[in-house]
């Protein structure tokens, strides 16, 4: 406990999971620090009618000042001494709330600080298009597996209009995906959501029941991609991209996810800051903030990979991007490269072909030359096994391994691309690759 000030609110941190600060000033007034930084006002008191602990939200800091906090714990200790219960008369009031607003209470309380933009950007489109419309003036409590059901129904029966109609409104959506995909994308994505919120929305002590409990995902998902290219069609894929009518700092881009082995968005993303070119062994440095497991992640670069990025420079120039778009300020995205890879794929000629395909053509030849799991894994920053030796004792990074993979794979690929390289990248003369 501690006399709180308005400079000290604004500055303190903690280390700790969740730290409570109580306010010599009001009593019962504290102030909840989060490791991530979020800060809370609330209230604890006991409840006149059976003396039970309550806890009373206020709201965020800085929504709430220190002096608006105080004012307002003044108020609702006013309402407790005359034997009223602020949090209760709080939770009946959330429990009346509708549909939409639970939603909203998720994407802002939930979604907006723990998942990435593009997946906010997903799940409000979902709500937008698929359950407001249908749910958003019911009362969150009102609605029964049965309404959810038959909403999951209606999306597996019919696949998106857009790609129904080939409307083009969105030319990044995948509108080449089989139809029963399209289905899976639309009613799978929809109960996800739902599922998702009114979990969350259970947790928190907004509604009192979830009516997803029990209710089956409605369409089977596809059998995961297992597509590798064989050696003649890597061949055919690099040497064809000099056929497409693209730029060619784009043919350097897949050329460049073809020896890292990188996710094409990471690639497309790539600023030259996160460069070391001029270290004995070159890396490239991708923040957590770009990686799908938001773990930063280290790829070593081969000879190849840096002759590579060495020609991309010169193509853009003073821009802070490798691969910036046509006015250089900003990066190329991944749905630029969905609409690059519509252009490339017929002139390449290569059967059921998307970006994601030559991350796994790497990871498979890695594999069937005897690269360890681990080390694969660390060159395609996954993160998995469950084991207590995995989780809690061995963290070593395997950076050797790594790197042994990386120059194995770049070396199979010099075999049939070094007279590609010399003759299309304007290399200087007597250069290796």
Known sequence: MRQLTARFVESVRTNKLREEIRDKAVDGLELRVTRTGTKTWCLRYRRARDGRKCVLTIGRYPDYSLVEARNAAAEARCVIARGGDPAGDKQEHRQSETF??????????????KKRQSSIQNDRSILKRHLLPRFGGMRANDITRRDISQLLALNAQSSDRRFATGDRSRKTRPTRLPKNRRTVCNANRVFAVVRAM???????GLVDNDPTWGVRAPVREPTPRTRVLSDAELMRFWFGLEDAPIRKIDRIMFRLAVVTGQRIG????????????????????????RTKSKVPHKVWLSPLAVELIRSAEALSGASEWL??????????????VVDITKVVRPVVCI?????????????????????PDRDIEGVLNHVSGRGVTRRHYDHAVRERGKRK?????????????LRTIVSHLELPVGCRY
Request: glycine content about 6%; overall charge negative; charged content about 25%.
């Open 351 to 371: 059967d059921d072909f998307v970006p994601h395909d030559l991350r796994r053509t790497a990871a498979t030849y890695l594999g069937e030359h005897d690269i």
């Open 198 to 204: 009114y979990r969350w929305g259970l947790a928190q």
């Open 323 to 336: 691969f910036p778009l046509t006015k250089k300020d900003r990066p190329m995205r991944t749905p630029n």
């Open 266 to 289: 990471e690639v497309a993303g790539l600023a030259k800051r996160e460069l070391d070119l001029s270290a004995l062994d070159p890396v490239w440095t991708i923040s957590g903030a």
């Open 100 to 113: 939409a607003d639970l939603a909203q209470h998720w994407l802002t309380e939930h979604c907006e600080i």
């Open 405 to 417: 993979a990386m120059m194995l794979w770049s070396e199979h690929l010099e075999g049939f691309c």
